[in-house]
């Protein structure tokens, strides 16, 4: 991750966001689920008997919970079954991260490189859909049995596109549910706007960029640890929500202010834990809040403390039954 005072990105190792045509059912039925490796250990810290339901105040609305690429803590991140197993979970919103292939497509795939998560090598901005689409992004993840969840075969390894998860919404959404989705721009600078512009182009393809009706949120917002990337979007299309990531506290927006074409403060859990009067201060500005990457349960409880409106977690099932919705 390179950090300067305008832009900021992340991964999941070093400096990163841990610590955003359907052709059969949703769901199905099965024997098969995956878990990283130590996740015995992380369950067992929300084993039913040690867990406590965070106790929201009566006039508050419900925090939504928000699952990071996808629910990632059982399955490979931004994969259609990550995504899937979310949406099964019982998450209120997707978060994926998006980066533009050397063929101009945006991908669901967080690092800059594909080395982590596929059993390829190099810069997502080098290869072309084609090259990503025959790699496997999904079999580095650890499997286990499970009574209640069976992906279909190739959703498990397979690239996402963001055109295929706009798909996989907007199915959700025509029965009712009101899904959505926070997608993250990532290294926008780098390709002078194009991220924007594509990504626009697909929300209005897909009739997700247009004002919410009256009483309705917007089905989906855009994230970005780059304040420029923010300013195009809501120069572009002003009735989408815009979250501005954070990995500290900028000197110069100490007092909770927030970037020009920002609306939504996404502190990283650090700076929750760290500087909790911070939250305060940007809930005093009039700013909503989105904090990443929420996965222990005495984050949770900080996070419903501090009244924030939104948590990003890579365990959704596991923080929605902490917060009593199971």
Known sequence: MHVSAVSFS??????????????TPIFTSGKTVLRSKGSALAASRWHH???????????RPPIQVI????????????????YRKAIEDGADALECDVRLTADGRLVCVHDRRVNRTSNGRGAVSALELADLAALDFGSWKDREESPDWDPLPGELTSVLTLERLLELVTEVRATGRPLQLAIETKHPTRW??????????????FELDAPAPAGEASPVRVMSFSARSLYRIRAAAPALPTVFLMQFVSPRLRDGRLPAGARIAGPGMRIVRNHPGHIERLHRAGHRVHVWTVNEPEDVELCVRLGVEAIITNRPKQVLAQLGRS
């Open 49 to 59: 008997g040690a867990v406590t339901h965070a106790r929201l105040p009566a006039a």
């Open 10 to 23: 992340h991964s999941t190792s070093g400096h990163c966001k841990q610590d955003l045509c359907i052709r």
């Open 192 to 205: 002078a706007g194009q991220v924007e512009e594509r990504l626009l182009h697909l929300l209005k393809r």
């Open 67 to 82: 699952a990071h690429r996808g629910a990632s803590d059982d399955a490979p991140e931004h994969t259609l079954a990550a």
